[in-house]
């Protein structure tokens, strides 16, 4: 099945700092990527979908500016938090849509961002 | 507007069996998913319904009717690592998810 990646699996950072987080697609190439960010015990709240070769598409009450996102080829997608403060903790998450006729997304296996 | 019901939290035990509901409006439909998410993980794919019916898989079915707006989930032979989150996810016109918050399942010995 398709393998989507994830990097780092873990970030603690100071307040202040940027942390960029990668996805990438191993086995299959992906035109579209989704960002999401899970709170604890709450669902997934997508953040924006990444588009190869043109501008992400950010979801209402989303800062595009501070949650920055490149989809510079057709297997890798990085989300870059910008300036993080402490309530941008949180655990992101990217997944791709495969080939498949089930419409099925294959999710990366989730980045924690731990911001001091 | 877009809905997502389920339960926050079930309790079953080991060996029985559990049915989690869902209920969703969204705007159009091209199909139902359910994921399960252990936690710290990401969610792991289950099942996908587009048409009614009863789709089984080992111990776990899903079961959807597109007129009632209803889907749920059958685990059979509920097992320790059954333990997780389950989350209800619809896909919709746009063929954008949109999840439901999850069912936590806590499995009693």
């Known amino acids: 099945g398709a393998v989507v990646s994830q990097h780092p699996s873990r970030v603690i950072c100071k307040s202040g700092t940027s942390v960029k987080i990668e996805c990438r697609s191993l086995?299959?190439?992906?035109?579209?990527m989704f960002w999401y960010r899970q709170f604890p015990k709450k669902s997934l709240m997508l953040m924006a979908t990444?588009?190869?070769?043109?501008?992400?598409?950010?979801e209402q009450g989303v800062e595009k500016d501070k949650f920055l996102i490149n989809h510079a080829s057709l297997t890798l997608s990085t989300l870059t938090v910008t300036s993080a403060h402490p309530e941008d903790s949180s655990f992101y998450i990217c997944?791709?849509?495969?080939?498949?006729?089930?419409?099925?997304?294959?999710f990366g296996p989730g980045t924690r961002l731990t911001v001091l | 507007g877009q809905n997502i019901d389920q339960p926050t939290e079930m309790t079953a035990t080991e060996g029985a069996i559990v049915q989690i509901n869902c209920t969703y409006q969204?705007?159009?439909?091209?199909?139902l998913f359910w994921y399960q998410q252990h936690a710290g993980e990401a969610p792991t794919f289950l099942s996908y319904?587009?048409l009614d019916g009863l789709e089984e898989k080992g111990r776990f079915s899903s079961f959807l009717s597109r007129s009632k707006g209803y889907s749920y989930l059958l685990l059979k032979e509920l097992q320790m690592k059954d333990s997780a989150s389950y989350l209800c996810?619809?896909?919709?016109?746009?063929?954008?998810?949109?999840w439901g918050a999850g069912t936590k399942l806590i499995i009693k010995p």
């Open positions: 997944s791709a849509p495969g080939l498949a006729e089930n419409n099925e997304q294959f």
């Open positions: 086995d299959f190439q992906a035109t579209t």
């Open positions: 990444s588009n190869e070769g043109s501008k992400a598409t950010y």
């Open positions: 969204t705007s159009g439909f091209n199909g």
């Open positions: 319904n587009v």
């Open positions: 996810a619809s896909l919709d016109s746009n063929y954008q998810l949109i």
